[in-house]
């Protein structure tokens, strides 16, 4: 029987003034009574709309079935036919832009939670399913490298290792995740859960090399001497950008990208680690995305009394998650909007004391769509904050690119690649996700990598 609530069952989460002083997960899942009881809410629609809006096509309305039926170890199996992070996205996909942005039920209510339905059938498959590897497929006797353990190499990989290829992923850092692991924090995605997504893939046989930084330990030119017969890059984007206004050498101002990585790789939250990382008071975070949702909240639970964050139009243009800027709010974060830095003051000694900023207003959309925002004349004041975090945007690091003869560049400054194939100027070079559009979404890179696996087979098969 349907369930016609049109609301969506809440989420439990912990209360925001106990969560905003620990990194422990902000959610805390649907129980099974929750997940039947939304999963009831589904219409079942016989054209799917809400599959159409995933990237990676995950056949929700089966899953779904599965869940209000009970079946929640068939449920799972189901999202993994098409997804290899599925206990990922059920956290951090954008599902509102996505899959629940074309659910029927949200014509006239909440869409189904697909996004929770889908975090609930993995976290019952991790904690009640058999343990079993899956099923392997026969080897082909082919290799393939990729180079980047994000979302778009993980996704890439397990669908090669699928259709019988032997597959090495080659990592940069010590742990496999890429953005997974260094730049989402634990209190959005448990760095447990990346693990047993990563250890699903090397029980299927994916081979992982850590610390291994293609275009400086080995080339991609040698990857193909080592006898593989095709790479994938999927490097991400990340390197960070400033703003370039004075002050930025000053001691107290990070990138997001080093603030997140001391904090979430290298674990700064955790006494019994010997990381440094400034403490400080007051804290000013640049941006409007999810990253700079992501350093304030950080900040506010290493200590900060308080936290702004600063972005320079409205909230309606604001880029972050809806979901991610009310649990900000909740937890005591202060959005200075239509504001915009122009300088960082420091002391004497070349600490931050203070962020100078203008006042904005919006004028025409610009390219983007949103609204162009201008300066206020004589509109400056100070901020007083003894640490600036800039969270606006990262960039390709072009080793590979320029390390690997004939590989292009596109306009953007990433990987040159087709969208549909992720096929290069460099025959057997793919590259996907973030190294090629700039920083976008776990799902989308994901995607992104899928099409490269089924590209990548379509072009090994021609070669035979």
């Known amino acids: 029987m349907i369930n016609l609530v049109k609301e969506k069952n809440p989420m439990p989460e912990q209360d925001p003034m106990v969560r905003n002083k620990n990194f422990k997960e902000v959610s805390t899942g649907y129980t099974a009574d929750m997940a039947i009881n939304e999963a009831m809410r589904c219409l079942q629609c016989r054209k799917k709309p809400c599959t159409g809006g995933c990237p990676v096509r995950v056949r929700i309305p089966e899953f779904i079935a599965r869940i209000a039926a009970g079946e929640f170890e068939e449920a799972y199996q189901v999202i993994s036919t098409?997804?290899?992070?599925?206990?990922?996205?059920?956290?951090?996909?954008?599902?509102?832009?996505?899959?629940?942005?074309?659910?029927v039920q949200g014509l006239k209510g909440e869409p189904v939670a697909i996004g929770r339905l889908e975090r609930f059938a993995a976290d019952w498959h991790r904690e009640h399913g058999s343990g079993e590897a899956a099923a392997q497929a026969d080897s082909n006797g082919r290799k393939v490298a990729v180079v980047g353990s994000g979302p778009a190499g993980l996704a890439c990989a397990g669908d090669?290792?699928?259709?019988?290829?032997?597959?090495?992923?080659?990592?940069?850092?010590?742990?496999?995740?890429?953005?997974?692991?260094?730049?989402?924090?634990?209190?959005?995605?448990?760095?447990?859960?990346?693990?047993?997504e990563v250890s699903a893939l090397k029980d299927r046989?994916?081979?992982?090399?850590?610390?291994?930084?293609?275009?400086?330990?080995?080339?991609?030119?040698?990857?193909?001497?080592d006898g593989f017969e095709a790479v994938f890059v999927g490097t991400g984007a990340g390197l960070p950008q400033f703003m370039n206004i004075p002050g930025e050498n000053l001691l107290g101002v990070y990138s997001a990208n080093e603030y997140l990585t001391r904090i979430n790789l290298m674990k700064a939250y955790k006494p019994e680690y010997d990381t440094p990382i400034q403490i400080s008071r007051k804290v000013a975070v640049i941006g409007g995305g999810n990253?700079?949702?992501?350093?304030?909240?950080?900040?506010?639970?290493?200590?900060?009394?308080?936290?702004?964050?600063?972005?320079?139009?409205?909230?309606?243009?604001?880029?972050?998650?809806?979901?991610?800027?009310?649990h900000a709010i909740e937890e005591g974060i202060h959005f200075q909007l239509l504001t915009n830095p122009v300088a960082i003051r420091g002391t004497e000694k070349g600490y931050v004391c203070g962020l100078e900023c203008v006042e904005m207003e919006l004028g025409e959309p610009d390219a983007s769509g949103r609204r162009r925002p201008v300066e206020k004349k004589d509109s400056n004041f100070v901020l007083e904050v003894d640490a600036v975090?800039?969270?606006?945007?990262?960039?390709?690091?072009?080793?590979?690119?320029?390390?690997?003869?004939?590989?292009?560049?596109?306009?953007?400054?990433?990987?040159?690649?087709?969208e549909e194939t992720g096929a290069t100027s460099c025959p057997g070079v793919f590259a996907g996700g973030d190294a090629v559009t700039g920083a976008a979404t776990v799902i989308l890179a994901m995607g992104a990598g899928k099409n490269a696996a089924d590209s990548i087979d379509r072009y090994l098969e021609k070669r035979v």
């Open 291 to 326: 990253v700079a949702m992501d350093a304030a909240r950080c900040a506010k639970r290493m200590g900060a009394e308080e936290v702004h964050i600063v972005y320079r139009r409205s909230m309606e243009e604001i880029p972050a998650r809806q979901e991610e800027i009310h």
């Open 389 to 418: 975090i800039m969270a606006i945007g990262t960039r390709l690091n072009k080793l590979i690119l320029e390390t690997t003869e004939n590989l292009s560049a596109n306009s953007r400054g990433g990987i040159g690649a087709e």
């Open 205 to 225: 046989g994916v081979c992982f090399i850590n610390n291994a930084v293609v275009g400086m330990s080995m080339t991609v030119d040698e990857l193909f001497e």
């Open 160 to 196: 090669l290792i699928a259709k019988g290829y032997g597959v090495t992923v080659y990592e940069s850092l010590h742990k496999e995740g890429g953005v997974l692991a260094y730049g989402i924090p634990e209190f959005r995605l448990p760095k447990d859960i990346v693990s047993s």
């Open 82 to 103: 098409t997804s290899s992070l599925p206990a990922i996205c059920g956290r951090v996909c954008p599902q509102e832009n996505q899959c629940e942005g074309r659910c």
